[in-house]
């Protein structure tokens, strides 16, 4: 595996008055060997001006946030990080990659969560390049690679939850996003290491149930929120329930059979499981001789 050096150009703005007054003499001495008619000195003068024509060759400009790898005849040598005018050997071949941070936006895929259900989902992934040597060389196409990848991790990982679920202990799509969000960003960035590229965030923006199923998942969505409440409701009502009992017990007030106790739990839960507000009915007598 090929991991990034760093590697240190020199100063374009020193290289560019060193070689322009290095082609300004030796134009001045080819002036003189004309005038001499001296063929070497006209031969040597000119081998040393292709030379330094070449060395022209070698000024390349790094942008802030941005790397250049440099390889010779298919060798990597390193990467320029160090923006600005530099100079490195003219047979270098300078590759410019963007450090800078990026956004992906995955399109809507359509998979079948861990209950089966097809659902439409789709994430957006913040990431950056961190090697640039791993990205030019260990993968045939970094960014690409990022969308392909992003895809299977989010196939993989609607797989493994539930759209929606009413259990509080239970990680759903829809209700715990953060944890979802988080597991996502680590899948992404398990697949993405090896291409050189850090995840910073990957969250889901977009997630709704199939069209076919969608009215269908609704009712059954309306109907498994009615029992989780109708659920609670008892729960609640007859904890209440119990507490009435208990208070009435303890400050001796009125005094219960098993019977009179049955009919006021009766009651108690009619009145609090009600989905409409109870009558009243005002009793004038009594029901017991």
């Excluded at 590697?7 to 374009?12: C, I, P, R």
């Excluded at 000024?59 to 990467?79: C, D, H, I, K, S």
């Excluded at 196939?155 to 509080?168: E, F, G």
């Excluded at 009125?254 to 009243?280: F, I």
């Amino acid at each position: 595996m090929i991991r990034e050096r760093q590697k240190s150009a020199a100063s374009g703005w020193l290289m560019l008055p060193v070689l322009l007054v290095l082609l300004g003499g030796e134009l001045r001495v080819l002036f003189l060997a004309l005038q001499a008619q001296s063929i070497l000195g006209f031969l040597a003068v000119v081998l040393v001006l292709t030379a330094t024509a070449v060395c022209l060759g070698g000024f390349f400009v790094v942008n802030p946030n941005e790397g250049r790898v440099l390889q010779l005849f298919g060798a990597y040598r390193g990467t320029v990080r160090t923006a600005g005018l530099r100079w490195a050997s003219p047979f270098y071949t300078k590759k410019g990659l963007s450090l800078r941070v990026r956004n992906f936006e995955s399109g809507k895929l359509k998979v079948n969560d861990f209950d089966g259900n097809p659902i439409e989902i789709a994430s957006v992934v913040v990431w950056r390049v961190v090697d640039t040597a791993e990205a030019v060389f260990e993968v045939d196409n970094y960014e690409n690679y990022v969308k392909v990848q992003t895809e299977a991790a989010i196939r993989n990982l609607a797989t493994r939850y539930p759209y929606d679920t009413h259990d509080d202990e239970k990680v759903s799509l829809r209700g715990n996003t953060a944890a979802v969000a988080s597991d996502l960003k680590h899948e992404i960035q398990d697949r993405l290491a090896k291409a050189g590229v850090e995840v910073i965030e990957a969250r889901i923006s977009h997630l709704a149930y199939a069209p076919e199923i969608a009215a269908v998942m609704l009712r059954r969505q309306q109907a498994a929120a009615i029992i989780a409440a109708r659920s609670r409701i008892v729960e609640g009502a007859v904890g209440m329930v119990d507490m009435a009992l208990d208070l009435l017990s303890k400050s001796n007030r009125v005094q219960l059979d098993e019977e009179r106790k049955a009919a006021m739990v009766s009651n108690l839960l009619v009145v609090l499981c009600a989905d409409r507000e109870a009558q009243p009915v005002v009793n004038t007598g009594t029901l017991y001789q």
